[in-house]
């Protein structure tokens, strides 16, 4: 975007009744992040300087999300809820500071891409001042129709106020707008609430504008852009169409991935150059891949890092705080939380690595467990460069294994083991020769006298 400034106002004091959930409607998360996190993600994408949201009186959770994606935003509090050209007003103060465009985004409308924001603000550069996204939706109903004049937006008529022949119309309103600053208070201020729902609707801008002998415009886009979440089937819709989009993002980056539709994203995963993605794959938000790493199928990862050339599954569960270095294996059903295994270390079977530190070149053997939890607090379990732990060994922690030392398969291990040492904690083995001989000659015995006794009866 060229020289111009962007105020960006997101409109969030929405009830969302109709997600029949306890949760905020914008709270709802796609693809791992809120709905108000993409809208907010989207906005700083197209350019905007200063950021307002606007919430419902006590909404403390959607504050708090919006300051995780926006510290720097400003959120100001809608208290009675009276449409939305009063919405974007409760931000008055925002708007009056000196910015050139007003970007009005909807926080349940989150899959609006940057680049459409754009084209709302290119019009406004070219001399509107409002800019409205139309589409035409599968099924219109319940959205505002655009009523064009030539090439000009004359009005757009809200559903309940709509004639029928005005219903027919297919263009219909996405809902965000965007308007020059210059006249943006002016415009806003002049709209009423003579309608059937009693409400300041900001789709009345259009009209206010025209009277005031100002231009308005539709910009076309495709539905998907404008798509609004009010129930958890549009919710797991827009699922749907982000996670295609973060698929065909990842594929043109040059990630293999055998089955994309099979692999689910988040709108943050990160991947480095020839990565490759078995079938079923879940990546849960904050996750980043480097260069060369296989992530194998029915891997499940959130917040984990993999170093490069890294090999991880199948059924493997990286779980938040896992950082993973070059070329450590982890592999079917291990399970890394909270720890750092350093290179080339490998944990390849049935494993659970909790508050750890694996040094480099270590190997977990199968079935190890390090207990960090004593139920009441957690405990780190530090193991050295190189060292070996034989399979079925359980580390009570707080433990240290030093470098290149060894624990016996089948330890329970309670004491630090010092560099170079051997651990090992078992039962000694008994073995009594010809024992089981006999014990089956006794019990086949045993069987005859009872078939004979049967026999007789
Ligand atoms: C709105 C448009 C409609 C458009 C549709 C697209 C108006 C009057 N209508 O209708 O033309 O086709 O979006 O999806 O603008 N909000 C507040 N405070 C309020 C009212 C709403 O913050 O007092 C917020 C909601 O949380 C939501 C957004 O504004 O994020 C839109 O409100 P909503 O009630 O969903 O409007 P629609 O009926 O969908
Ligand atoms: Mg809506």
């Given at each position: 975007m060229p020289s111009r400034t962007c105020l960006a106002i997101i409109l969030a004091a929405g009830e969302g009744?109709?997600?029949r959930s306890q949760m905020p409607k914008v709270l709802h998360a796609l693809g791992g992040r809120s709905l108000l996190g993409h809208a907010i993600v989207a906005s700083r994408a197209a350019g905007s300087d200063d950021l307002a949201i606007v919430v419902g009186p006590g909404h403390e959770a959607v504050k708090a999300d919006a300051c995780t994606?926006?510290?720097k935003a400003q959120i100001f509090e809608q208290h009675e809820r009276r449409g939305t050209a009063h919405a974007v007003l409760a931000a008055r103060e925002a708007i009056a500071r000196h910015v050139d465009d007003v970007v009005v985004m909807f926080g349940d409308t989150p899959l609006v891409r940057a680049?459409?924001?754009?084209?709302?603000?290119?019009?406004?550069?070219n001399g509107a001042a409002v800019a409205v996204l139309g589409f035409e939706p599968a099924d219109p109903t319940g959205y505002g129709r655009l009523l064009m004049r030539g090439n000009e937006l004359a009005a757009i008529r809200e559903e309940r106020d709509a004639t029928d022949e005005e219903r027919k119309i297919a263009l219909c309103n996405g809902g965000l707008m965007a308007l020059d600053r210059k006249q943006a208070l002016a415009i806003l201020d002049r709209i009423g609430n003579?309608?059937?729902k009693g409400e300041y609707y900001l789709s009345d801008a259009v009209t206010v504008a025209r009277d005031m002998g100002l231009t308005?415009?539709?910009?076309?886009?495709?539905?998907d852009d404008v798509r609004g979440i009010n129930t958890k089937l549009q919710l797991a819709e827009a699922e749907a169409v982000l996670q295609q989009r973060l698929r065909m993002a990842a594929l043109e980056a040059g990630v293999t991935i055998v089955a994309p539709e099979t692999v689910y994203l988040s709108a943050d995963t990160k991947f480095g150059k020839d990565v490759t993605i078995e079938p079923h794959v879940v990546f849960g938000p904050g996750v980043s891949v480097e260069d060369g790493a296989t992530i194998r199928s029915f891997s499940h990862l959130e917040g984990a890092h993999v170093g490069k050339g890294a090999r991880v599954g199948p059924f493997a569960r990286l779980r938040p705080g896992t950082d993973l270095g070059k070329e450590v294996h982890i592999g079917n059903f291990v399970e890394v939380k909270e720890a750092t295994i350093e290179a080339g270390a490998k944990a390849n079977h049935l494993t659970y690595i909790g508050d750890a530190r694996i040094g480099e070149g270590a190997n977990i053997g199968a079935g190890t467990i390090t207990c960090n939890y004593d139920g009441v607090a957690k405990h780190r379990t530090d193991i050295g460069k190189g060292a070996f732990i034989g399979s079925n060994s359980a580390l009570v922690a707080p433990i240290k294994v030093g470098d290149g030392a060894y624990v016996g398969t089948g330890t329970v291990l309670t004491r630090d083991?010092?560099?170079g040492a051997l651990a090992i904690a078992r039962a000694k083995q008994t073995v009594k020769e010809g024992w089981a001989k006999r014990l089956r000659q006794v019990k086949a015995l045993g069987k005859n006298l009872a078939g004979k006794k049967r026999k007789k009866s």
């Open positions: 009744t109709r997600m994606y926006a510290p680049e459409t924001l754009s084209k709302l603000r290119g019009a406004l550069a003579a309608n059937a308005a415009v539709a910009i076309e886009t495709p539905e083991v010092p560099a």
